[in-house]
């Protein structure tokens, strides 16, 4: 069964750090990663994904991903935080075959400081 | 529709009283996903729904939970007998042939 631990529950940065965000999954095939951003009391919406291909993955919002398969890892980054980026933030993982039913993390909260 | 839109977006019931929750997905979707979100907690999936095929029940919590999706469009979450944890942000996603999945902005069920 596919799996995603995103390790750190909570993050804290001050405006213009660079950021971070772990992400590691469960899968035994080539697995679709995703990276959703959840405002409060909004839906999710989607960052970015990664599907095959090029292992470094650029998304909205200034967000880039990278694919590590040797590390089972799916980390977010961003050069530069901006206060609008505090949100709480899910990696998921769906599978290439069967039936498709993404998996998502526990999610991690950014707090951004000014 | 330009999104997907899930109504109420909030819903305070009496424990025991049932409730429904709709979800419209985007316009020509095939597959369609119920997700709970708890406090504090990751989505938790519930049911997918995928063209004319039977739904993948797999992740109802209790056989109070049910959905359907009539027409291959909107769906329809119905929990019974609702107890005090089903309190929770209910999300509905649908998808189209890529593997992201696009959501609304959830239902907010509160149970007294």
């Known amino acids: 069964a596919q799996s995603v631990t995103q390790p750190d529950i909570h993050i804290t940065v001050s405006e213009g750090a660079s950021l971070e965000l772990r992400c590691n999954y469960s899968?035994?095939?080539?697995?679709?990663l995703f990276w959703y951003v959840q405002s409060p009391g909004q839906g999710l919406q989607l960052l970015l994904k990664y599907f095959s291909g090029d292992t470094l993955v650029q998304g909205i919002k200034g967000f880039e991903a990278e694919f590590k398969r040797s590390q089972s890892s799916f980390n977010l980054r961003k050069p530069s935080v901006h206060w609008s980026d505090a949100a709480e933030y899910f990696c998921a993982v769906g599978s290439s075959g069967g039936s498709y039913i993404p998996t998502f993390g526990r999610g991690t909260s950014l707090i951004v400081h000014p | 529709g330009a999104g997907v839109s899930q109504s109420p977006s909030n819903k305070v019931t009496e424990k025991g009283k049932d409730v429904e929750l709709r979800c419209d997905p985007i316009s020509g979707h095939t597959a369609l996903y119920w997700y709970r979100q708890s406090l504090g907690q990751g989505l938790e999936f519930l049911i997918y729904?995928?063209?004319?095929?039977?739904?993948?029940k797999s992740g109802l919590p209790s056989d109070r939970f049910s959905a359907e999706r009539t027409g291959g469009s909107v769906s329809t979450l119905t929990i019974q007998r609702t107890q005090q944890e089903d309190s929770a942000v209910y999300l509905c996603?649908?998808?189209?042939?890529?593997?992201?999945?696009?959501f609304g902005e959830g239902s907010r069920l509160t149970v007294l």
């Open positions: 899968y035994g095939a080539t697995p679709y």
């Open positions: 996603a649908s998808r189209l042939y890529t593997g992201e999945l696009f």
């Open positions: 729904f995928q063209g004319n095929s039977a739904p993948d």
